[in-house]
T-cell receptor, first 111, second 115 residues
Framework: AQSVTQPDIHITVSEGASLELRCNYSYGATPYLFWYVQSPGQGLQLLLKYFSGDTLVQGIKGFEAEFKRSQSSFNLRKPSVHWSDAAEYFCAVGSNYQLIWGAGTKLIIKP | SAVISQKPSRDICQRGTSLTIQCQVDSQVTMMFWYRQQPGQSLTLIATANQGSEATYESGFVIDKFPISRPNLTFSTLTVSNMSPEDSSIYLC????????????FGPGTRLLVL
């Protein structure tokens, strides 16, 4: 069955600390991979995406993600978080417009 | 990326009534999608709306409850009919181009509370 797992419902990090949000997937073929962010009261904004090529992709707001085929993972990272990064982060995988969504990880920033 | 707007941004409705949500895009797009995000949950696709054809509904969603219109390449509406408190959610529209390797871009959402 196709699925996306974001194992952490909540993550709390201190401002300035590094961040890694996990995403694992189960899919029949190599999918296209996405990370979106949803700030409180907002819609979803695309952070980054992987279609092919270099497995380390750079996104907006200083985020990056690494596709690891052997681990079926697409983890999101940021070297130093800012208070404005507090939001919910969704991993999605799929192709031909059929996206499978993770449950989301809520990022809490400690001052 | 396309600029997408939704109206209304939020509403409070009485049970048994209907609400029509509008999604407007600043450029022509082939694919439009409607999602529901229930409180504290992830996104669930309601239907795919392509211009010139009937909307395609996902399992668990029916046209009588969620009629969709797609009159042109920049506009779509979703109606939530005969509402109940269980319909309280954020409703999001998204758009994508025609290529296989495409990205969905989302509107700001409509926050609906049904009393």
């Amino acid at each position: 069955a196709q699925s996306v797992t974001q194992p952490d419902i909540h993550i709390t990090v201190s401002e300035g600390a590094s961040l890694e949000l996990r995403c694992n997937y189960s899919y029949g073929a190599t999918p296209y991979l996405f990370w979106y962010v949803q700030s409180p009261g907002q819609g979803l904004q695309l952070l980054l995406k992987y279609f092919s090529g270099d497995t380390l992709v750079q996104g907006i707001k200083g985020f990056e993600a690494e596709f690891k085929r052997s681990q079926s993972s697409f983890n999101l990272r940021k070297p130093s978080v800012h208070w404005s990064d507090a939001a919910e982060y969704f991993c999605a995988v799929g192709s031909n417009y059929q996206l499978i969504w993770g449950a989301g990880t809520k990022l809490i920033i400690k001052p | 990326s396309a600029v997408i707007s939704q109206k209304p941004s939020r509403d409070i409705c009485q049970r048994g009534t209907s609400l029509t949500i509008q999604c407007q895009v600043d450029s022509q797009v082939t694919m439009m999608f409607w999602y529901r995000q229930q409180p504290g949950q992830s996104l669930t696709l309601i239907a795919t709306a392509n211009q010139g054809s009937e909307a395609t509904y996902e399992s668990g969603f029916v046209i009588d409850k969620f009629p969709i219109s797609r009159p042109n390449l920049t506009f779509s509406t979703l109606t939530v009919s005969n509402m109940s408190p269980e319909d309280s959610s954020i409703y999001l529209c998204s758009v994508a181009g025609t290529g296989r390797a495409e990205t969905q871009y989302f509107g700001p959402g409509t926050r609906l509370l049904v009393l």
